[in-house]
């Protein structure tokens, strides 16, 4: 999930763990969550 922090955007895993960030704007947020979510099933 993407949270709004004083820094900008945080990129967190459903247990609060953080994914990345901070980033500036939402688009960076977005772009990294792509990336988390697309390794994440790529397990194989």
Do not use: C, D, W
């Not at 763990?17 to 792509?34: F, Q």
Request: net charge positive; proline share 2%; no cysteine.
């Amino acid at each position: 999930m993407i949270k709004k922090v004083a820094g900008g955007y945080k990129v967190l895993s459903e247990k609060g763990k953080n994914l990345g960030g901070p980033y500036k704007t939402k688009k960076e947020a977005v772009i990294r969550l792509k990336q988390v979510e697309y390794f994440k099933h790529k397990k194989a």
